[in-house]
Structure formats: structure tokens, C-alpha cells
């Protein structure tokens, strides 16, 4: 089951901000997801809303970074 949830969260990521996301990325949002899950349990919404948005933006922003930072490394 969780294999599934996992494959379906990184999935969800990936829809969002194209295929930019591997590795540490892929682990970051299992684990910003199970943030999500607690935080709805626990009935608070806004700081399930907010970590969603922090992380969306965390990997619209720093993916394509991460991807130009790495091709500067393959020329040296």
C-alpha cells in the first residue's frame, strides 16, 4: 500500500510541474505528503493547505535550478 501511495503522490508532483522531479525531489514530496496526511488528521487544514503550496513552489522554482546547476557541473 504504501508503494502505491508513494508512486501516486510523486505521480501528482510530477503532473504539476513536469517531469523536473527525481531522486531527492521524488523523497521530499513522499515526505511533504505524509506532513499533508498528519496535518489533516489532525483537523488542521490551513497548515495542510499551506506545507501543499510550500512545496508546489519549492518545486516550481528550485527544480529547473537544480537542472541548470547540474549542467553547469557536466562541463567542468
Not at 506532513?35 to 513552489?57: N, Q, T
Amino acid at each position: 500500500m504504501l508503494f502505491f501511495l508513494s508512486d501516486k503522490i510523486s505521480t501528482f508532483f510530477n503532473s504539476l510541474v513536469g517531469d523536473m522531479i527525481e531522486g531527492t525531489s521524488t523523497a521530499a514530496a513522499i515526505w511533504s505528503a505524509g506532513c499533508v496526511g498528519v496535518a489533516v488528521a489532525m483537523g488542521r487544514l490551513e497548515i495542510a493547505v499551506l506545507i501543499s503550496v510550500f512545496m508546489v513552489g519549492i518545486f516550481y522554482f528550485v527544480s529547473p535550478l537544480k537542472q541548470k546547476l547540474s549542467k553547469d557541473n557536466d562541463d567542468v
